[in-house]
């Protein structure tokens, strides 16, 4: 688990998930792509980072230690880490159903086939 920050953006190795500071100006903020509404610090805005990666680990899901820590980054959002696990899956969701729709052969509904042995009146 890494995540690789710059002046504007954070990105992990092991998720989607990705935060990037507003657009220029004197009040820029920094916004995490699975909580877009909030304006954040750049500490809140890795802390979301560091709490996503930590839940993408499912190995370790009754370890006390990052059980805390994941408290810990959900506390720093303003958030419960049960809320953070919903908005997270909520994400995955979406990405799923793109995914699938994107996936999905198109149907040109100009082009008609004749089938064979088909009847025609």
Not at 8 to 19: G, L, Q, R, V
Not at 57 to 76: E, F, G, K
């Amino acid at each position: 688990m890494t995540l690789y920050t710059t002046e504007s953006t954070i990105i992990s190795d092991i998720t989607p998930e990705w935060a990037a500071r507003d657009t220029p100006g004197t009040d820029r903020a920094w916004r995490l792509s699975w909580l877009p509404d909030r304006r954040l610090t750049r500490e809140q805005a890795t802390a979301g980072m560091e709490l996503d990666e930590l839940l993408s680990d499912p190995d370790r899901v009754h370890d006390r230690m990052q059980l805390a820590r994941i408290d810990d980054c959900a506390d720093r959002l303003g958030l419960l880490r049960d809320h953070a696990i919903i908005l997270l899956a909520k994400r995955i969701a979406a990405r799923m159903q793109t995914e699938a729709v994107a996936a999905q052969p198109r149907i040109d509904r100009h082009r008609v086939i004749d089938l064979p042995y088909a009847h025609h009146r």
